[in-house]
């Protein structure tokens, strides 16, 4: 029974950190690649995704009765994600690189912009 809780609470303690380190790269990319208008709702889009996703994991959860089939179906399904997220990200990754760094450029400060005062001294 002890080996039990204990699996159980390593495996939360796994889960947690998964999803943090998910979470995290998430908004820090949808933050990244908005423009400066428009960085909020992108990350309201991205929390709004794990919404979905959580509403999507009631629903599979209730209607599979045995924790077997249970645990095959979440495999396949993340196998699937992952598979899919590799060619999206390979189609996707280069352009994104090449707004991302045109954009950045745009937002710089620029050294003649900025007006230094001397301090005087007492």
């Known amino acids: 029974k002890q080996w039990y809780q204990r699996r159980v609470s390593i495996t939360a303690g796994i889960i947690t950190c998964g999803e943090i380190l998910c979470s995290i790269t998430g908004l820090e990319f949808a933050y990244a690649y908005a423009p400066a208008s428009m960085k909020s709702v992108c990350q309201s889009f991205f929390l709004l995704t794990n919404a979905f996703g959580n509403i999507i994991t009631i629903i599979f959860t209730k209607a599979t009765k045995r924790d077997l089939h249970l645990y095959f179906m979440w495999a396949g399904i993340e196998i699937a994600a992952a598979i899919a997220m590799f060619f999206i990200t390979r189609q ?3 352009p994104l690189e090449k707004f991302k760094l045109a954009s950045c450029q745009e937002e710089a400060v620029k050294p003649e912009d900025v ?8």
């Open 92 to 94: 996707v990754i280069g």
């Open 115 to 122: 007006q230094m005062k001397e301090v005087e001294k007492k």
